[in-house]
């Protein structure tokens, strides 16, 4: 398959952006990218210059040296979800060697990130009614936003500037392509035996990453080939009743929202849920999470065995099939899950 790339004159990009912005001057980035038929990524990239630098594609020595931040709010979304912390890079481990290496982040901030999608960061400054707003943004080949950094009131603003100072690109002018990734290819049919074996016989979660690959399986089709034992669909809304019960009976829960560059997760307990027209929300002081209900296309309950018992989580998928958000009762390795988690999706 050839690739294409998008380009747009910057100019005229910049021109529709600020007739766009003098009708709705409250429309987000990426609404107003959605509007102009482009990615956000182009639509920032004509600020370039003016409130934006473009960064050095030395994506872990960055990421490291956001710890030097202080609190921050991090922001990873994708089309359905978006989750949004507020606390400190607080241990960073980066893994692998380039363009495999990955990064994993603990501490109030929790995030598996995954460099070898990533393509394009920025520092950016908006001005606001309050103020400036500054932020490290990180985009994949497509355009996509993988991670946002924002600043807070008592975040390191010296720290701020002197990563931006160490790595500011030299050329702030070379070109950015936006570059459509290539469609997966999975397979049609499974031997179902062999399948359901390696269902059975997982022992961590995190192995059903290698038996997806292992068997060229797209992770819908998974859920749906391996049978009702261990997986079968839900009311689309069902998380209404998984946020709700968990704030009102204080039930430690995990949420996972990523993308192709990184997945940001949620452990603990959620206690204000608002509903905004098709929106979910959580709105707690350091943890928001926004879950679009009119991108849901179908909800299911996953089983998976571990060495520590059965694990159940929620998944949600939109209708490209991509995996919108995943929830789990909090537990810790060497630790069963909750029973009350397990009775909670028992009951959906």
Partial sequence: METTLH???????????ASLKATQPNLRIRDA????SVSELELLATTVGSKTIRLKEEWPAILLGCKSLGKVMAL???D????????TFQKIAVHGTAPHQIATVIGPIEQRVFFGKWKYGFAVVNETPRGALRSLQFFDQAGDAILKIYLQEKSNLDA???????????DQTRPIQVVPFEPEKYANSVDRHAFTDAWENMKDTHDFFGMLKNFQMHRLDALKWIGEKWAYQIDKLAVRTILETASIEKMPIMIFVGNKGNIQIHQGKVRTIRQMGTWLNVMDPDFNMHLDE?????????HKNTTDGLVSSIELFDNQRELIAQFFGLRKPGLAQSPHWKNLVDSL
Avoid at 294 to 302: C, N, P, Y
């Fill in 7 to 17: 380009e747009t004159p910057t100019n005229a990009l910049k021109d529709a952006w």
């Fill in 33 to 36: 990218a959605n509007a102009l």
């Fill in 76 to 78: 990873t979304r994708n």
């Fill in 80 to 87: 359905g979800c978006v989750l949004e912390h507020k606390g």
């Fill in 160 to 170: 701020y500037n002197e990563l931006i100072d160490a790595f500011r690109m030299d």
């Fill in 294 to 302: 009119s991108k849901i296309d179908s909800a299911w309950v996953v």
